[in-house]
């Protein structure tokens, strides 16, 4: 019904950048809430950023002041754009979708997960 595709991960040294992106497929209404969250091996996975669909963004603070994420409504996407990256954001990044078929039905759905390394 809905496919979510990420793209953007890699290795990059500290202090670069990276941008990820996440699009959303299928039978959409609507899109509500969308996230990023991160996982590091042996820690819980943990939300990094949020935003609504009328634009309101949440942060962890380990983050704020150095991520952006930012959605497309028209193309069903949401990115995480990544400066100033350190070696402890170093994880697995998924993109999570809160959304509306268009049956109606609300759903959330989770990306495929895209590792981000950072190290010199």
């Known amino acids: 019904q809905v496919q979510l595709v990420e793209s953007g991960g890699g290795l990059v040294q500290p202090g670069g950048s990276l941008r990820l992106s996440c699009a959303a497929s299928g039978n959409i209404r609507s899109i509500y809430t969308m996230g990023w969250y991160r996982q590091i091996p042996g820690k819980q996975r943990e939300l990094v950023a949020s935003i609504t669909s009328g634009g309101m963004t949440n942060y962890v603070d380990s983050v704020k002041g150095r991520f952006t994420i930012s959605r497309d409504n028209a193309n069903n996407t949401v990115y995480l754009q990544m400066n100033n990256l350190k070696p402890e954001d170093t994880a697995v990044y998924s993109c999570?979708?809160?959304?509306?078929?268009?049956?109606?039905?609300?759903?959330?759905?989770w990306g495929q997960g895209t590792q981000v390394t950072v190290s010199s």
């Open positions: 999570n979708l809160r959304l509306a078929l268009g049956g109606g039905a609300v759903w959330t759905y």
